[in-house]
C-alpha cells in the first residue's frame, strides 16, 4: 500500500518495482494504469538516505521508513 499526499490531494494505492523501475498505481489515476519512473540516490540529509524518483507525473523526494 501506499499513500502520496501534497497541500491538495491525497492519493492511495499500491506501489511496485517492475524490472528496474518504481511503479504506483492508484484506482483515482492515470484509469488505474501504472506510472513508472527511476530511483536516484542523491546527498545524504544528515544521517537519513535520501532518494528521487520521477516519472512523467511527479518528483518525489524521500527518506525510507522502516515500519515495524
Given amino acids: 500500500r501506499s499513500v502520496f ?3 491538495t490531494m ?3 494505492g ?3 518495482v517492475d524490472g528496474n ?3 504506483d498505481q492508484s484506482d483515482s489515476a492515470l484509469l488505474g494504469r501504472p506510472r513508472c519512473g527511476p530511483i536516484y540516490r542523491t546527498e545524504p540529509e544528515g ?4 532518494y528521487l524518483y520521477l516519472n ?3 518528483a518525489l523526494r ?3 521508513v522502516r515500519s515495524d
Fill in 62 to 64: 524521500f527518506s525510507p
Fill in 10 to 12: 491525497l492519493e492511495t
Fill in 14 to 16: 499500491t506501489a511496485f
Fill in 56 to 58: 512523467a507525473h511527479k
Fill in 21 to 23: 523501475l518504481l511503479c
Fill in 5 to 7: 499526499r501534497t497541500s
Fill in 47 to 50: 544521517n537519513e538516505e535520501s
